[in-house]
């Protein structure tokens, strides 16, 4: 087992101990990545996590549309 399969190990069994709802839970997770997107300095990531289906997460601009 190699460092990044202990550590989503790790994290699993911590989120799903965890007393925290589900809700926040993806919350925190959410931060976390956002974090790791600005210490990386990388806009987006994109993840295929199934047969056509991708995981998207980016930085974006704040857009007014009028």
């Not at 993840?47 to 007014?64: A, C, D, H, P, Y």
């Amino acid at each position: 087992m190699d460092d990044k399969e202990i550590l989503m190990r790790e994290m699993a069994i911590l989120l799903s101990n965890s007393q925290v709802m589900p809700e926040e839970k993806l919350a925190v997770v959410m931060m976390l990545s956002f974090k790791l997107l600005s210490e990386t300095q990388t806009e987006m990531i994109n993840m295929q996590i199934s047969k056509g289906r991708n995981l998207v997460l980016k930085f974006e601009e704040n857009k007014t549309n009028h």
